[in-house]
């Protein structure tokens, strides 16, 4: 069998029969129909991740039986696939939850989506609808982070899955949706079906909501750990009648508007909290012990900075002026946990980040976080989860 010249297809998961047999059309497939996994041609080759950054030739993680005269390879956000072109199925199967961005280098860092990153942001109020934006890229929100910005969805109808993190979490209208700062997270939307309002506000914003500045913003991150609220019809017309008038005050841009805007963005602010805190499974170790004052907010700002390069805790007390023991017995009393372990959780989410939603090896992992070599690495991530990090990976890629 002779094969012939390799034609590469960017390859994005689509959510709709007709996108995706336009797609496969554009990549080069002439076959009738449209693809399934049950008629896949033998002998096709999976690799995972598209091609190696080094360029070696890597192993088949699955090979399907077929018959083939000619070869169509698709690049794809977990798969490359080499298949006949005129054979039904030339797609790899999607993948089993949100875990959509596989890339070789870190999440996307964004302003808004799609907006390079804006580190001078501030005093930033920001609202759209959820399809203004979602229907520009099929309804999917590929997996990123933002370094400032805090986002209150209300979905008003539709529904989707969202990817937070490592975990994939469904949702369904009526129901609003905390994202903070820095967390990883995607949506994949119901389309045509899904609206409501996507609310962003960088972090200043906050904390001008409480006269002790870090409190209300830390009233919200820590009712995010849980970040899809179900609402009732009546929160959600109260919800969507703010939104609406905050939008107005945006695009409006009257005289006082920036004040109209920061006291509806509060409303609706402490309207989701109130919901939020109101769930029968958030319990109270879950919410600030005590205020928490400017120290741990500009530790949690340090760890941000530097947890990439700095492991001792004896660096960021000098930072903040005070010894290591002072510096725990704070942040004890405020979060109910030590400063050292704020740190750990930083370096292991900024691990399980990178097993779950990159290819860089584990290896590169390890040193990307200071550690002296992978076995300290391994030795770190099987005492915080319990599992090794190539256990974790393949765990989070399994279909």
């Known amino acids: ?56 030739s890597v192993r088949p993680t699955t090979t399907i039986n077929f018959a083939a005269t000619q070869w169509l390879t698709i690049a794809g956000a977990r798969y490359t696939v080499m298949q006949p072109v005129g054979f039904r199925a030339a797609v790899p199967p999607r993948p089993a939850t949100l875990r959509f961005c596989m890339t070789t280098t870190a999440l996307p860092l964004f302003h808004l989506y799609g907006d390079p990153p804006d580190d001078q942001a501030f005093d930033f109020i920001h609202i759209e609808t959820i399809a203004s934006r979602s229907a520009l890229h099929d309804w999917m929100i590929r ?72 409190e209300a913003l830390a009233r919200l991150k820590a009712l995010a750990a849980e970040p899809v609220i179900p609402i009732d019809k009546t929160a959600r017309d109260r919800l969507s009648d703010r939104a609406a008038e905050l939008h107005d005050e945006r695009f409006l841009a009257r005289a006082g508007f920036r004040i109209a805007m920061r006291g509806l963005l509060a409303l609706i ?19 600030p012990l005590e205020p928490t004052g400017v120290t741990v907010g500009a530790l949690r700002k340090l760890i941000e900075e530097h947890f990439h390069k700095e492991r001792q805790l004896s660096f960021y007390a000098e930072q903040l002026a005070m010894t290591v023991d002072r510096l725990n017995d704070h942040v004890k009393r405020a979060t109910g946990v030590t400063a050292g372990h704020l740190l750990r959780q930083r370096v292991l989410t900024e691990a399980k ?26 030795r770190f991530f099987r005492k915080q989860t319990g599992a090794t990090p190539y256990e974790f990976r393949a765990a989070a890629r399994a279909p």
């Open 269 to 287: 602010a402490v309207e989701v909290a109130r919901l939020a805190a109101g769930r029968e499974r958030v319990s109270q170790e879950q919410l």
């Open 353 to 378: 980040r990178q097993l779950v939603f990159t290819g860089v090896p584990i290896h590169e992992i390890a040193y990307d976080l200071a550690f002296s070599d992978p076995a300290h690495f391994a």
């Open 1 to 56: 069998m002779r094969a012939a010249t390799h034609q590469p297809f960017a390859f994005t998961i689509c959510d709709s029969r007709r996108d995706l047999h336009s797609r496969l059309k554009r990549a080069g497939w002439a076959g009738g129909g449209l693809p399934c996994r049950s008629s896949w041609p033998r002998r096709t080759k999976v690799w995972p991740n598209a091609t190696s950054p080094t360029g070696r």
């Open 143 to 214: 997996t990123h982070r933002h370094r400032n910005l805090f986002q209150i969805l209300l979905i008003e109808r539709g529904g989707g899955e969202m990817a937070f993190e490592a975990a994939s979490i469904a949702f369904g209208a009526p129901c609003a949706i905390l994202v903070p700062a820095t967390i990883a997270h995607g949506f994949r939307f119901v389309p045509d079906a899904t609206d409501g309002w996507v609310i962003t506000f960088t972090e200043d914003v906050a904390e001008a909501m409480d006269h002790r500045r870090t």
